[in-house]
């Protein structure tokens, strides 16, 4: 319906049209941007809050949307998420604000799932 | 109805959505954000135009929506507009293409009102 | 009706608009533009593969759009086009992943026409 | 001696100067950006590695650098420090891996210190 | 001896180079950049700081001493130019001090040739 | 002793320090980042022509060098490098320029030798 069911399925549907027709290496790809979130040296709550900062900073909004989804699903507040979005702000100048909105828009729809 | 009005009513949502639940230095960085293309050393028509420039170097088709109504209202011709565009063109290459027409489009609509 | 038809007119419609009020510079980078993918020490298909891969990096759907079309016009197979996508997800990273989706998206809707 | 002191002092000698030369709207911003590190939501340690990752996919090699020492002035180990490049490498591709060679190089060098 | 001078043999060996090597796509891109800055709608001045904006949100410290040098020839000031320098600071963000450093830099050695 | 030098013997043994004390994740994209330009589909010397484009859209210099290098390596004639230049040059955009200058500086250093 909103703006995160529709990414939600585009995802699903796009990413299993890929690894089916995509070559190995492309696969490989996949499978290592899976790993990379994973509890290490530091856990996955701090590498989604990190993926969330480098998304932002890079202005991709299906990624933002996508790490806000997963920094929720690894526990952290609003707080912490509008926290990170403001480093990117910081780092990333105005050029992040019309990101930053779209990001609060999800925000919203997310909490009121 | 058009992108115009898309535009704007969904930068003055979210921007007070942003100023009501984001933190001090969000507040801070947006404040700033509006000072700068006050008028100064240089006048605030000239400092609009730089927006432009900057926004479709960096690609970023909300910032260039906003900057062409901000040249328009402190007083830019389109022929002025024309040329910061073409000089963001030449900075920015080809890829800066997809954005012209997309300003071009809204800067119809907006001579259209 | 789909994403292709949509970015034909489109593109077509606004590429006229700027060609008509654009400055000179501007007719002369647009020609520039065209004859830069034409046959040289490089054939024209590698070059069009060669716009492929930037434009992915760069992460712009209307320029991936135009040069997978470009693409299949000069003769790239799908696996080419496939490969030369995984060559600019390797180069760029996961922030690529999404346009990726929406070129295999395009890909597939090229296919049925 | 190193690059680690080349830019300590480059950047405290050229801080200075913008302060004493800038305008106000620049002197309020790096007050915002001094500020945006600092605990709150978030801890210090974390938004500091947050401002590696941001660097690093922005390939902002002074930036990196002023991050790193940052982190380890904050807590990180040089584990974390790792992990946190290799997100920045998955998120940003190949492109970051001249980089992350001159990240490890300054993070051997302020070991070494 | 400075900066300024390495850049400048540096640049018109390499373009002289460049020209004579170059294919004539590549030559007619070089005139089309050279032509852009003159004065149109906008004067050469107007245009050279928009050239220092784009140049600085874009990261690129070559530009960034080119566009410096030409603003000093069309007549702005140290003034004018830190307020552009602003305007790219707050566009681009905290990713631009290193550049801000350095532009500032060789303004200093501009001024005291 | 020249660039090229520098840049080999940096290259190398900052790599051999990552994959020592790198995560098993950089080492998989590593081997990943080497797997990519093998024949495919696309033979490798389209391959490498395609990360020297993708490279210098980027504007990354040392990623310029390497896949000159390469391209060197993989039977690519001056004319097919400075073609693959100009297409980045025109995607890209002047911003490209002092890329493209350090690129037939170390194209003429590597033919010197």
Avoid: W
Wanted: glycine share 8%; proline share 1%; net charge negative.
């Amino acid at each position: 319906m909103g703006r995160l069911e529709d990414f939600r399925s585009f995802r699903e549907r796009m990413n299993k049209r890929i690894i089916e027709t995509g070559n190995i290496d492309t696969k490989r790809f996949f499978s290592l941007d899976g790993a990379v979130y994973e509890d290490g040296a530091l856990d996955s709550k701090t590498k989604e809050l990190m993926g969330l900062v480098a998304s932002a900073v890079l202005r991709c909004d299906d990624c933002i949307a996508y790490h806000i989804i997963q920094c929720k699903a690894t526990g952290s507040s609003r707080e912490e998420i509008m926290e990170a979005l403001n480093v990117a702000l910081i780092v990333g100048g105005s050029i992040v604000i019309p990101h930053f909105r779209r990001a609060v828009e999800l925000l919203d729809e997310l909490e009121a799932e």
